[in-house]
């Protein structure tokens, strides 16, 4: 073993522990600068893996973290903007090799890479070679918002052999057993969803978000995320006061969507995310424990 356990009180029984990854170390700098991490999701190979190359470099000059999906035909959670940019990314010849070599292509910049994954994706490729790759390719984490914890131990394992952390997106539903069963396997952050339902909400943030933020702070001393419905720069101002992350993907691949050729899309993107980041430095965000 060395250094120490990432993140949870109760390092789980036979975990391996793992110095701090770029992420927990991004998410400090942000803590240490008062503001909030600014999280962009974007599918591998959306538009096209070329394109894909360009915005994420574009991306990475102003965001902290990068979540990179998996793109998949069959996403649960995913609303019809992103199903959209991840059938596109399938019908442009994505491979799980654009994945890794978008990961790799970003490990010299400043920012962090989660990659958003469904399972069965992850499974047909292998738990412990998928764990072994993303891991050698340069990533911190995987989200995977599919995998229930009580069927989570084949991939836990594998992950955190090779030091990745592993996301999960926690239901306000959640009782507090489950809770904290999740909380003790989790790395990196918690991901708490902004609304019910699936991505790509242009809606208001619910209400009982800050409550629920607040319940997870009490059960765990990891760093809270909130993302999906989190479209405009002023609801990712009001999830900064509550969280640690705010994460912000459908209204990212609108903007993108709406920009004509490839050098508007790619100054769409930064444009959005430099909107987005204005209103994070905040005095009084909650920080996570150390």
Known sequence: ???????????????VLHAPTRFDQVLA????????????????????????????????EVTDVIELGWPYSEPSLDGPVIQKAAAQSLAAGFRVRHLLESIHSLAASPTSVLVMAYYPPLFKYGLGRAAHDLAQAGAAGVILPDLPIEEADGWLTAARSTGLHTVFVVAPST???????ICNAA???????????????????????PAFVQRLRTATDLP?????GVSTPGQAQAVSRIADVTIVG????????AAKGPRQQEEAAADFARALTAGLHRPDIPRAAA
């Open 250 to 257: 459908s209204a990212l691949i609108r903007a993108i969507d």
């Open 187 to 209: 790395g990196g952050m918690l991901y708490a969803p902004a609304v019910p339902g699936i991505t790509g909400s242009t809606g208001p943030l619910h209400p009982a978000l």
């Open 29 to 60: 700098h942000a803590r240490a600068n008062n503001r909030a991490a600014l999280a962009t999701y974007l599918p591998a190979g959306y538009p096209t893996q070329a394109q894909s190359l360009r915005i994420l470099h574009r991306l990475a």
């Open 1 to 15: 073993m060395n250094a120490t356990w990432r993140g949870t009180r109760q390092p789980p029984a036979g975990a």
């Open 224 to 228: 809270v995320g909130v993302g999906i």
């Open 175 to 181: 009782n507090d057993a489950r809770l904290n069963r």
